[in-house]
T-cell receptor
Framework: GAGVSQSPSNKVTEKGKDVELRCDPI?????LYWYRQSLGQGLEFLIY????????KSGLPSDRFSAERTGGSVSTLTIQRTQQEDSAVYLC????????????FGEGSRLTVL | QQQVKQSPQSLIVQKGGISIINCAYE??????FPWYQQFPGKGPALLIA?????SEKKEGRFTISFNKSAKQFSLHIMDSQPGDSATYFC???????????FGGGTRLMVKP
């Protein structure tokens, strides 16, 4: 399909393990975002990539969280030494360059840390 | 601090009624105010958006009212339908970039 693709859709892990979440944005979109949605809560900004610029990491909650974007396309969000409070749905979105407005979201990766 | 406050957290409306969701913001640098709709198991999708140079925007049954002096904006859903049952998020974008700050969400249930 032509939408934002995320994998895995569901991930159950044990506390202390590392996890990687993948996002494949819409072709041609230069901006990519990661948000976190905890149960019944709003969308918490994590990180923002725009083209070749340095990413805006201001929303990452701790140094256990990191993300990279290879070749200006696919992005991976890595959570090291997972904790139970990391359990949430991790949403990826992409958009055209700044100023165009609309973010297109994927269906998210639901992470459960036991 | 960039913040968008949304109310109510949940809303129950009878079919055919009007659903009203309110948001307030603090940062006057925000220049674009979208509303996103999210169905269970899906990602949010853009519903309607407004810029601060207009006071109202209407698309079908959905209307955004914007009060720049009060730093408030609201979503009105006319003739609400059971298919409108979803979580609604207001958001605001700072004019320096494209990153959206979201409100806490409103879970709307429209009863048949």
């Amino acid at each position: 399909g032509a939408g934002v693709s995320q994998s895995p859709s569901n991930k159950v892990t044990e506390k202390g393990k590392d996890v990687e979440l993948r996002c494949d944005p819409i072709s041609g979109h230069t901006a990519l975002y990661w948000y976190r949605q905890s149960l019944g809560q709003g969308l918490e900004f994590l990180i923002y990539f725009q083209g070749n610029s340095a990413p805006d990491k201001s929303g990452l909650p701790s140094d256990r969280f990191s993300a990279e974007r290879t070749g200006g396309s696919v992005s991976t969000l890595t959570i090291q030494r997972t904790q139970q409070e990391d359990s949430a749905v991790y949403l990826c979105a992409s958009s055209f360059p700044p100023g165009r407005g609309e973010l297109f979201f994927g269906e998210g990766s639901r992470l459960t840390v036991l | 601090q960039q913040q968008v406050k949304q109310s109510p957290q949940s809303l129950i409306v009878q079919k055919g009624g009007i659903s009203i969701i309110n948001c307030a913001y603090e940062n006057t640098a925000f220049d674009y105010f979208p509303w996103y709709q999210q169905f269970p198991g899906k990602g949010p999708a853009l519903l309607i958006a407004i810029r601060p140079d207009v006071s109202e925007k209407k698309e079908g049954r959905f209307t955004i009212s914007f009060n720049k002096s009060a730093k408030q904006f609201s979503l009105h859903i006319m003739d609400s339908q059971p298919g409108d049952s979803a979580t609604y998020f207001c958001a605001a974008r700072r004019n320096a970039g494209n990153m959206l700050t979201f409100g806490g969400g409103t879970r709307l249930m429209v009863k048949p």
